[in-house]
Nanobody, 118 residues
Framework: QVQLVESGGGLVRPGGSLTLSCAVS????????MAWYRQVPGKEREWISI????????DYKEFVKGRFTISRDNTKNTVTLQMNNLGPDDTAVYYC???????????WGPGTQVTVSL
């Protein structure tokens, strides 16, 4: 069974940066396509970035492209999201999960709260 634990969130000023980390337990991590999602209260959870199993290919939603960078370490079973130039609209709870047609692929982790505010 895959378990996911996100960390690294916090309160940051507009224009600031944060680095989120996702620890993934379970076998075959290096075969899994992983993604970061976020959810704003009152809205559906949405994917914002995807990374291939090898880490060679990434994709981003337009509104984070150029500001966020996804990466992974297949030796440590972790996925990272580097977030720069944060704005108030980035305030959300951030989650990671395997990216499959069925969402969620695995039970959601606790998520990590990111708050961008003065």
């Amino acid at each position: 069974q895959v378990q996911l634990v996100e960390s690294g969130g916090g309160l940051v000023r507009p224009g600031g940066s944060l680095t989120l980390s996702c620890a993934v337990s379970g076998a075959a991590f290096n075969y899994r396509i992983m993604a970061w999602y976020r959810q704003v209260p009152g809205k559906e959870r949405e994917w914002i970035s995807i990374i291939s199993s090898s880490g060679d290919t990434t994709d981003y939603k337009e509104f984070v492209k150029g500001r966020f960078t996804i990466s992974r370490d297949n030796t440590k079973n972790t996925v990272t999201l580097q977030m720069n130039n944060l704005g108030p609209d980035d305030t959300a709870v951030y989650y990671c999960n395997e990216r499959r047609r069925a969402v969620p692929a695995h039970p959601w982790g606790p998520g990590t709260q990111v708050t961008v505010s003065l």
